[in-house]
């Protein structure tokens, strides 16, 4: 029996279903239905695949072995999955969930969708990956830590044709016109979809379509070659001409061979191939599509025989999709996010640690993520919109790239910010982190309404690579426009109220002068002047403290030009002070002035509305 009825159950299947050979497996697409609220039982036995529906909501769903769903699984909050130490394939399919569900035997892929009638928490002792969740308006948890998600939308292969054993059967002719073979349904033993694709939907911006080719079985087996090609071509399946081949990696397939060598596949001029690589020729080597046998089988590569084969396309993902409303609960678990996911109205992301990272751009689009205790990782950056809500509290961004704020809400209370690139804030208003990790990479500050304040610890150690002749290299840093860009801690720090000895230094390329100073670093506003490292309009460095006695001010000997590095070093040892141009001392002074002390904040690269902004690097 191919299921166990313990109570009532519909099954509706196409002509042919179970197939002539009742043999183990399952009907090619079948709609299984379990009596709403009766508690009954859909069990398969002997494996199989499904590209129908099976609806076990209220049910217990028990496989007997490995059983595979293209189509949809229906279950609920009152459902038993019942799988043994069988994995249950939801590769491709959309599995409707709902209460606590285990996924540890299930497989899914970047195809697989999860969809939401009511509220559900997942686990899994491993990561897993999805292609969409549609929340429908519910919570769905991440139950533990190890249960961590991807979500993939970036791409995937799709299947588009298929011959499962050439010696059970073999294509129709009428496949060489239409390019269509149980093009609905996948589980069979062959199947081809390419005359229903979009050919224009598989391109990519160089007018290129990617395919992978696997073969298997008969010599291709036992002779141990390579069993699959990846490769791209200009011209489209259907047509004849070979067009624009290059291949993917090195497949021992691409001999020059002008018979039997792979170089791309095209319509079949031979009647007993839908498709192959003859390129023109007569032969019909590399075959897809197989409607006759050549030597036992089908003709692969080489001049070897293969009794299946499994071409699929490159399917780029979605720019931008779209995550329903409702609610993902993370909690402790990782999130992963490929491809640009649009957080809309009704949509919350909320996580309590972990880590969640974004591949592609954030776009949060009048929706929310709430993050505590978390790192978030955006690698291309990205931004708010529209009223959207990004908290961050107590929790760190690793950025790299431009996030913008047009319209949304931006908390960062105790939160550390992190570079992992070069990072530009734009239309961010005023921000607050409590630690800076600049790790030598570039902040660009890109206008007046964003104004950063860093309220701790400020680390700007360079970020050196060690290349192959074993030289560092430190070519990043922060990055000011001259007009309105600074950087400010948090006032009344009491470790940045030095009043007795000091050192500063920071590399620095001036890009132009000042009209009369600009102040690189320092602390204090007006008459109270802590420290402060600046420059004349000459170019020459003055290191100046101000006290109730007086001031110092010491200026260097030499000046600074624009466009070139300098490492620029100003102390106060006991009554000594001296400036340091490049390594080398460039003047000094003795004064027992005490500094005043000041609960100013530290700022770079800008002093008060008297003198300019610093303008360079």
């Known amino acids: 029996s191919y299921y166990n009825k313990e109570a009532t159950v519909s099954i509706s299947c196409g002509s042919g279903a179970f197939g002539g050979d009742p043999a183990p497996g399952v009907a090619k697409s079948c709609e299984y239905s379990v009596a709403s609220g009766t508690g009954g039982k ?32 229906k279950t609920n909050s009152t ?8 994995n249950l394939d939801l590769t491709g399919a959309t599995l409707e969930i709902g209460g606590n569900v285990g996924l540890d035997k299930i497989l899914t892929n970047n195809q697989t969708i999860f969809k939401l009638a009511e509220d559900a928490t997942v686990t899994r002792n491993v990561g897993f990956t999805l292609g969409g969740i549609d929340l429908g308006g519910h919570t769905m948890t991440l139950g533990s830590a190890t249960t961590d ?3 993939n939308t970036s791409g995937g292969w799709k299947l588009i044709a298929k011959q499962a054993n050439s010696d059970a059967q073999l294509f129709s002719s009428s496949a060489r016109s239409t390019f269509l073979e149980n093009e609905n349904d996948s589980s069979q033993s062959t199947f081809m979809s390419i005359g229903n694709l979009n050919k224009n939907s598989y391109s990519d911006s160089d007018g290129k379509y990617k395919f992978k080719l696997v073969w298997g079985g ?30 993917i990696g090195t497949s021992g397939h691409v001999t020059g061979n002008s018979g039997s060598g792979f170089r791309g596949l095209g319509k079949s001029s031979d009647s007993q191939c839908v498709i192959d690589g003859n390129g023109g020729s007569g032969s019909w080597w590399n075959c897809s599509g197989a409607i006759a046998r050549h030597g036992g089988g089908i003709p692969a ?74 790192t978030l990782v955006l690698e291309q950056g990205g931004g708010i ?117 000091i050192t500063i230094a920071s ?87 005490t500094p005043y002390s000041s609960t100013e904040p530290l700022k770079f690269g800008y002093w008060e509305s008297d003198y300019a902004h610093y303008s360079g690097l």
């Open 218 to 247: 008969r010599t291709v087996d036992s002779s141990g070659i390579n069993k699959e090609v990846t490769w791209t071509q200009t011209s489209w399946l259907e047509d004849s001409s070979i067009q624009g081949f290059e291949e």
């Open 507 to 593: 590399w620095v390329n001036i890009s132009s002068m000042p009209p009369s100073y600009f102040r690189i670093i320092g602390k204090g506003s007006g008459n109270n002047r802590t420290y402060g490292l600046w420059i004349n309009s000459s170019g020459e460095l003055l290191f100046q403290q101000y006290g109730s006695g007086g001031y110092a001010n010491l200026n260097s000997n030499t000046t600074l030009s624009t466009g070139v590095w300098y490492h620029v070093l100003a102390t106060r040892s006991g009554n000594t002070r001296t400036i340091y141009e490049n390594g080398v001392a460039d003047g000094t002074m003795t004064s027992s002035e």
């Open 149 to 151: 998600l991807t979500m």
């Open 42 to 73: 859909l069990e398969f036995r002997q494996g199989g695949t499904n590209a129908g529906t099976i609806n076990a909501a209220n049910s217990v769903f028990k496989i007997g072995s490995g059983y595979v769903v293209t189509g949809t699984l």
């Open 385 to 501: 919109s529209g009223g959207g809500e990004l908290d961050l509290s107590n929790s760190v961004l690793e950025i790299s790239g431009q996030f913008h704020n047009n319209g949304g809400t931006f908390t960062t209370s105790g939160s550390t910010l992190r570079l992992t690139g070069n990072t530009n804030l734009a239309n961010g208003g005023p921000l607050t982190f409590s630690n800076y990790e600049a790790d030598g990479w570039r902040l660009n500050i890109n206008d007046s309404a964003t104004h950063l304040t860093l309220a701790g610890n400020v680390l700007l150690q360079p970020n050196n690579t060690v290349s192959s002749s074993s030289t560092s290299v430190n070519n990043k840093s922060l990055d000011f426009d001259g007009l309105d860009d600074y950087v400010a801690t948090a006032s009344n720090i009491s470790e940045l109220d030095i009043t007795g000895d």
């Open 79 to 86: 459902s038993s999955l019942e799988l043994g130490n069988s």
């Open 301 to 374: 590569p080489q001049q070897k025989i293969a009794s299946s084969s499994h071409l699929y396309i490159w399917e780029s993902g979605t720019d931008t999709t779209d995550i329903p409303a409702g609610t993902l609960l993370t909690q402790a678990a990782d999130l992963t996010i490929m491809g640009t996911q649009n957080i809309i109205t009704g949509t919350t992301i909320s996580s309590t640690g972990g880590e969640v990272t974004f591949k592609s751009e954030l776009a949060i689009s009048a929706g929310k993520v709430n993050l505590q205790d978390t």
